[in-house]
């Protein structure tokens, strides 16, 4: 039962000087229930069924192996309670009919439902939070520990007042381990207590309205079975890729430090097992019941069968606690490398925090060994399938300055799917390697055939197979890790066979134009998703996207310089194994000075023809709808296309100047013969910021990221909106379907390297920062080349100290200044 303490807040929660959102992103934000607290704490006070697909997501807990929405244990799935469970890389195909058509889906599997528990007293009625007389209620998410806590009491029929304390989380330092704690107490009375706890085996995919029709059975039953006296075994295996995966749970009852539990009865049904356990309650004494779970699965390493495995290490675990003290020391470990304080700016550092606790429970260095990406929504929930698209552009750079072995082993995931890569190119007439837009187990291209608009109900082709600038965020990537890292192994062993292959996949794409004697990209999909074609030729693609063509020739020029840089001889094996032939190079250089870019009125065009759309009436779309981020489907339901119009879903152009410093760009610009005047890139940004409706949350960080230099105050309103992503879900719904896991990542990085002007460039730090004052004074950890370091900036100048160690000193140049950085010690740069 609803309780009534949820008051509907301001939607830019944060206070202070902090400026409002960005106004598109203002109407289709949720209220906002997050409570001020201390800044580790993440606070919901009060029970509503409407907000608790949102607040699922955001009390998820995770270790990078697996994780868990934050769902209430005695609810099954259904339209208000989803409690997921996802495993980094278990994915499953299925085929659907849907529209005439037969699809095949690729999705992350929901796992079976382990945190099953559930109580009643004196043999009334299952305790279940939506029929419940809710007393009081709250939700609270320890971003220091990981832990999530939930308490309420309730009145019973008869006017018993009972209370309740729940706590869990997902064991950040032995991966295989979950734990869920519920503390009982009879306030105002005594009664005999019957707990049920259980693992649900009988769970489907079916978080996603829009998936609805598209198959979500994954899992078949293996066996269930009994494990000693306090535990249980249930085992399934994914239909179509057929992994095996284990789960077994221990409950245990004690009541004032001894064991509690009366009598034991075992519960069957069809792909569900558990216990039923009876216990006292004796007013005023509270009754602890503690489940701990462990999970294997069939891609786990070092171990013989998830079943065995699961069985095996459940009688070796301690008990919560003690379990708890371990996770809590691993998280320690970590807040120490993703330390971040924001001075005078509590409520931005709370989020900031929430969005780096998301991060790690997606990716950790229990991630390592799993041969997984960073799919887009974490392991929270099932939008996009679980796939891994160019996200990881967003993530990285948070990764390679705390834990690169991490970003390393997701770069290994691409390099393992050269291969298919390599075969996607062949198979469409061009060399080198095709990455997919999105991506799941093998590496083939899992971007759906046929999408739903949800406002019309129509089913229509989903053109984004075409955003090839995939295989740029991948080379990208490589070169940024292998920056930060100095990591030559990577570069020689991998980095480089995947920066060749692009290229020359680049190279393939681009063919010669004679009447412009330039080369050319025809038939892409730009960042933004809005042109999927020409007005009447919908889905041809569009030509000459500008962020793909000048980004291809940074890969082209990357790719020389990373061939350049490896010693003689690994270059001459690499160059002979791949059969890179001279006169290959030299076309690299000669597309590399004379890829076509096209511009219109003083400003860079996203594409080529894009000067020929139309104007859209932006005002009356938004008087008339409200909340316009995805204008796409607003128009095709009116029988309109924004193929027609001169707007974007999300950065584009403004791509460039995000991946790009300024230097970099002209430099780039002045290698193919076009002038970039000083006006120019100011002009670009506010003619695509008029034309942008921001359907996908990580337009705020593009945006907020570009105006840093010129608009410190239109750049706050966007890092206002990019917080906001999911704790306001600024989208108007999409935060249950899975966490944004780029804008979380992408706030840390505006901080640490927009705001703050840092760059890992040519073997030096180079701090140039346009600090916002009303941000407070940030304290930041960063690991450079090794070396940790803390990094203090406000608006008056730059501390940067170095660890103690035995490393070798940086350099580090602030404005011109350059410092050399020994260990133990710190420089100073006012500013
Ligand atoms: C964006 C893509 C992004 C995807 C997953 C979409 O809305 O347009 O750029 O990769 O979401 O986050």
Not at 269 to 280: F, V
Not at 283 to 304: C, H, Y
């Amino acid at each position: 039962m609803r309780t009534s303490d949820p008051q509907p807040r301001p939607l830019h929660f944060l206070r202070g000087p902090l400026p409002r959102p960005h106004r598109r992103f203002r109407r289709a934000a949720a209220r906002v229930t997050v409570e001020p607290d201390d800044a580790w704490t993440v606070r919901y006070r009060g029970y509503d069924p409407d907000e608790e697909g949102r607040r699922e997501a955001l009390c998820t807990v995770g270790n990078g192996y697996l994780a868990t929405r934050g769902a209430a244990p005695e609810c099954p799935g259904g339209a208000v309670h989803y409690p997921g469970t996802y495993a980094a890389g278990i994915y499953n195909r299925l085929s659907s009919a849907v529209a005439g058509e037969v699809v095949e889906n690729e999705s992350l599997v929901n796992l079976p439902n382990w945190l099953v528990l559930t109580f009643r007293i004196d043999g009334g009625a299952w305790f279940d939070v939506d029929a419940a007389d809710l007393v009081d209620y709250e939700q609270c998410l320890d971003l220091r520990r990981a832990v999530l806590t939930r308490r309420f009491r309730f009145r019973d029929e008869r006017g018993r007042t009972t209370a309740v304390s729940q706590r869990r989380f997902v064991d950040m330092r032995f991966e295989h381990a979950c734990a869920l704690e519920t503390t009982i107490t009879a306030e105002d009375y005594s009664g005999s207590l019957e707990i049920r706890s259980g693992i649900d085996g009988a769970v489907s995919n079916s978080l996603v309205d829009r998936y609805r029709e598209l198959g979500g059975q994954h899992l078949d039953l293996v066996r269930t079975a009994a494990l000693g006296e306090d535990s249980v075994l249930l085992e399934v295996r994914t239909n179509q890729s057929g992994i095996e995966v284990a789960m077994a749970a221990r409950t245990r009852v004690r009541c004032g430090g001894t064991p509690a539990g009366r009598e034991r009865r075992l519960v069957e049904r069809e792909a569900w097992i558990g216990q039923d356990i009876t216990a006292e309650l004796v007013s005023g004494r509270a009754v602890t019941v503690e489940k701990v779970v462990t999970v294997f699965t069939g891609r786990d390493r070092a171990i013989s069968e998830p079943a065995v495995e699961a069985a095996r290490w459940l009688p070796r675990l301690g008990c919560f606690e003690a379990l708890l003290d371990e996770h809590v020391l691993a998280w320690a470990g970590l807040w120490r490398r993703f330390h971040v304080a924001m001075e005078g700016q509590e409520e931005a550092q709370r989020v900031v925090r929430l969005h780096i606790l998301h991060l790690v429970q997606t990716v950790s260095s229990n991630t390592v060994d799993l041969d997984v990406g960073v799919p887009s929504r974490g392991l929270h929930g099932e939008a996009y399938r679980g796939h891994v698209l160019w996200d990881e552009l967003f993530v990285f750079p948070v990764l390679n300055l705390r834990i690169p072995g991490v970003t390393r082993s997701l770069l290994r995931y691409r390099y393992r799917r050269l291969p298919e890569a390599r075969q996607a190119a062949r198979e469409a007439g061009y060399d080198g390697a095709m990455y997919p837009w999105q991506s799941g187990s093998d590496g083939r291209e899992e971007s759906q055939r046929v999408h739903l608009n949800p406002r019309s109900g129509h089913w229509l082709p989903d053109p984004t197979w075409r955003e090839r600038h995939i295989g740029i965020a991948v080379a990208y990537n490589t070169w940024q890790y292998y920056q930060a890292t100095g990591d030559r192994e990577f570069l020689t062993n991998y980095g480089t066979e995947m920066l060749v292959e692009l290229s020359r996949f680049w190279a393939s794409l681009a063919t010669y134009d004679p009447v412009r004697d330039r080369y050319v990209i025809r038939g892409v999909m730009g960042p933004d998703e809005f042109h999927s074609g020409y007005p009447g030729a919908e889905s041809g693609g569009i030509d000459n996207n500008a962020y793909t063509n000048v980004m291809a020739v940074w890969v082209l020029l990357r790719t020389a310089e990373a061939l350049e840089s490896l010693p003689r001889q690994a270059r001459r094996e690499l160059t002979d194994t791949l059969r890179v032939r001279p006169e290959e190079v030299r076309r690299w250089e000669e597309i590399s000075a004379r890829m076509f870019v096209p511009f219109h009125d003083g400003v860079i065009s996203q594409f080529e023809g894009y000067e020929k759309l139309e104007e859209l009436d932006w005002d009356a779309y938004g008087e008339r709808y409200g909340n316009i981020q995805r204008l796409d489907r607003i128009l095709e339901a009116e029988g309109d296309s924004v193929n027609r119009y001169k707007a974007s879903k999300q950065a584009d152009v403004l791509m460039l100047f995000y991946l790009l410093s300024a230097d970099e760009l002209r430099e780039l610009f002045d290698r193919l013969g076009y002038e970039l005047d000083p006006g120019a890139i100011p002009r670009t940004i506010d003619y695509y910021l008029a034309r942008t409706s921001h359907g996908s949350t990580l337009s705020a960080v593009v945006h907020a990221w570009v105006l840093a230099r010129a608009h410190r105050q239109r750049a706050l309103e966007f890092f206002v909106s990019a917080l906001e992503s999911d704790v306001a879900d600024i989208q108007g719904g999409t935060t249950r379907e899975g966490i944004h896991l780029a804008a979380m990542a992408g706030t840390v990085d505006l901080l640490q390297r927009c705001f703050s002007g840092l760059e890992t460039r040519g073997d030096q730090l180079v701090l140039n920062p346009y600090w916002p004052e009303p941000l407070g004074m940030l304290e930041i950890s960063l690991r450079y080349r090794e070396h940790p370091l803390k990094l203090r900036i406000s608006g008056h100048r730059v501390d940067v100290a170095a660890g103690a160690g035995m490393h070798r000193p940086i350099r580090v140049t602030c404005r011109g200044q350059e410092c050399l950085l020994e260990p133990g010690a710190t420089v100073r740069f006012p500013l």
